[in-house]
């Protein structure tokens, strides 16, 4: 459509509409994030299928407003906003607000009486409205150039459609909902009269006050006496539903034009909440910047670029192998970037039908050597303990370890959980780094990386190194800014040669103590198991939750015990004297022990020492 328009969304209906529809959304902290998401996705949708050149967003004030005014008990019986819902609110207005798109509130007026105003502003401006809503009552505001748009039904409801979703056409809404009344808002209306006798009211007489003209004409009395005996809660309740379209809004159109967010504050509040595939929509937007990545396959070309790196001092590198496990992986090629936005691939043992002619492997470590373990020159790179334990594996030593974007992102935020390179390259880049599966394929269709061509791993294996260099100077100037830079040198990068040396060789154990160990929680087992069957009176599989519920949860007597303090029995739902009753003096009943699943409890706990995972290799880990 290339009639530019202006989308209007109400706020509050799509918080709770996206509030409800997903549950249990949180970040890894334990702070809320489902309202977020959910409206969020909404928003994206919405930008992507309808793509409004103006856009914005209004939400309710806190607070009594003019209808409370009007009538003490509106919305009364409405429950209070969820605590873990209002917590969402000032940082989704947070993000909102990164986006640069405009919010509106005002002040004793609720979100409808907004929205109706701006659109009529817009109207009066020839500028065509989408209200975003999934309210009924903002039918009433629909007129040829206001439409109500309903995300949860992605449709649009114009003028001609508003009597086929309602009934009554746009005019005739507010009449129908003062008759019927608004149970959700409080709303009295007229006692009696539902959605389906207010409706058929108004398609026979046209309106409200024709109906109330007319009343005397009225064909059924017992609905001419209720009208009567309600007639000021029925004026009331028009008041009330009528949404108010001439508040004083600033309106400049041009405040609502949709344009690019600040990418870099977007990226961080998605991070922060881990939205992680909003972040990856967000980022494929993105223009990529011009990116010179190659394959070196000549001797020469390898000497120069030996070089160009010590000539720069520093240089960052990864790896690729043929296995995640750094202890067990076998160097298939060498990626080094210089200059941001320039890298290079240095195919090693890619062997597959028709492959290039590459460096022998001896050969091209003998050349890099001079540089990989020259301290002189800083080694940058992402995870480097990983690199660095392949290299020893082929008898290199690499030396000049500096920066690992891995390590400094751990110091800047230690509660990411993962401190990846695709996390990194988003949060920080706003780039969405190629995935490993895109390169070497996924389950039965997965191959290791020396039998994926080279020119496919070419661009894979430079990003890599590209975004290490460019992230290790990035987070070392925000290492610094925190004062962590000393940590870093004294602690965090001196560690990195530690867990190397500890994965490569392993820790030694005795597996005669092992042994000895695994007999003592065998007989510790036996003698668990057989004083929990003697507390429940009766055999069962312990390692069953079914029978184990039936037993703690249904077969209650036998868990009974006295109570040490008081001599009196226990009970698992109750205090001394059974089921129900209190707790001794200045004990709850959460600290009230249970024998019986304290002894299910520690035999699980015994169990789980002597399971067969947690039995180290007889001599090595």
């Known amino acids: 459509m290339d009639e530019k328009r202006l989308f209007l969304i109400d706020g509050n209906s799509i918080l709770y509409r996206s509030y409800y529809a997903i549950q249990r959304l949180s970040t890894s902290a334990g702070f809320p994030t489902n309202a977020i998401y959910g ?16 856009l914005g967003i209004v939400f309710d004030v806190k607070g009594p407003t003019v209808r409370h005014e009007a009538y003490q008990d509106y919305k009364a019986h409405r429950k209070p906003m969820p605590e873990d819902l209002v917590v969402q609110v000032p940082v989704l207005k947070k993000v909102l607000q990164a986006m640069e798109i405009p919010l509106f509130e005002f002040e004793k007026y609720e979100a409808d009486d907004v929205l109706a105003t701006l659109a009529r502003r817009a109207g009066q401006s020839r500028v065509r409205t989408v209200i975003v809503t999934t309210d009924k009552d903002l039918l009433q505001v629909v007129d040829a150039r206001t439409s109500v748009y309903n995300p949860a039904k992605e449709t649009t409801i114009g003028q001609d459609d508003v009597k086929g979703v309602f ?24 006692p009696g009269i539902g959605e389906k006798t207010a409706k058929a009211l108004i398609q026979e007489h046209g309106s409200l006050d024709n109906l109330l003209r007319d009343l005397a004409r009225l064909r059924n009395p017992r609905l001419r006496e209720k009208i009567e005996q309600n007639r000021a809660q029925l004026d009331l309740s028009r008041q009330l539903v009528t949404v108010t379209a001439d508040l004083d809004v600033p309106f400049d159109l041009q405040a609502f034009a949709v344009h690019e967010p600040d990418p870099k504050a977007v990226a961080a509040l998605f991070q922060e909440l881990e939205f992680t595939t909003l972040l990856q929509d967000y980022v494929k937007k993105k223009k990529p910047k011009e990116k010179h990545y190659r394959a070196i396959l000549e001797e020469a070309d390898l000497v120069e670029l030996t070089a160009q790196i010590r000539r720069a001092g520093a240089v960052a590198l990864d790896t690729e192998t043929d296995s995640a496990f750094p202890t067990r992986a076998r160097l298939v090629g060498m990626s080094f970037a210089v200059v941001p936005g320039e890298a290079v691939y240095v195919p090693l043992r890619h062997a597959y039908p028709g492959a290039p002619r590459q460096v022998p492997a001896d050969r091209a470590l003998a050349i890099l050597r001079e540089v990989l373990e020259d301290p002189k020159v800083r080694k940058l790179g992402q995870n480097i303990k990983y690199d660095d334990i392949v290299l020893r594996r082929e008898d290199v030593t690499l030396a000049g370890l500096d920066l690992d974007s891995m390590v400094l992102s751990y110091l800047l935020e230690p509660n990411w959980g993962k401190h990846n390179l ?25 191959v290791t990386m020396d039998k994926v061509a080279v020119e496919r791993v070419v661009p894979y294996a430079c990003q890599d190194a590209d975004l290490a260099l460019e992230l290790g100077t990035l987070l070392w100037d925000k290492v610094r800014e925190r004062k962590l ?17 500890m994965e490569i060789w392993g820790v030694r154990v005795d597996p005669n103590v092992l042994a000895e160990l695994s007999a003592r929680f065998g007989k510790d087992l036996g003698g668990l198991e057989g004083r929990i069957h003697e507390l429940a009176g009766q055999e069962f599989n312990i390692n069953s939750p079914k029978q184990l519920a039936e037993i703690l949860f249904q077969t209650r007597a036998p868990f009974a015990q006295e109570d040490e303090d008081h001599g009196q029995p226990i009970d698992l739902d109750g205090g001394p004297g059974g089921a129900g009753s209190a707790p001794p003096p200045g004990r709850t ?10 002894q299910v409890h520690l035999r699980r706990c015994v169990a789980g020492l002597d399971q067969p995972r947690n039995r180290p290799h007889p001599y090595l880990l």
Not at 39 to 54: M, S
Request: overall charge negative; proline content about 9%.
């Open 485 to 501: 830079d000393n940590l870093y040198a004294t602690v965090e990068r001196p560690l990195i040669e530690v867990l190397a040396e």
């Open 589 to 598: 009943r959460a600290q009230i022990p249970h024998p019986g699943q304290a």
């Open 167 to 190: 009934g009554v056409g746009p005019g005739q809404v507010v009449d129908v909902l003062a008759l019927w009344g608004d149970p959700s808002d409080n709303v009295p209306g007229v």
């Open 422 to 446: 695709e996390k990194l390259a988003l949060t920080y880049l706003q780039t969405t780094k190629t995935p490993y599966a895109e390169v070497v394929g996924k389950g039965k269709n997965q």
């Open 39 to 54: 409206f969020l996705t909404t928003l994206r949708k919405l930008l992507e299928k309808e793509r409004p050149a103006y």
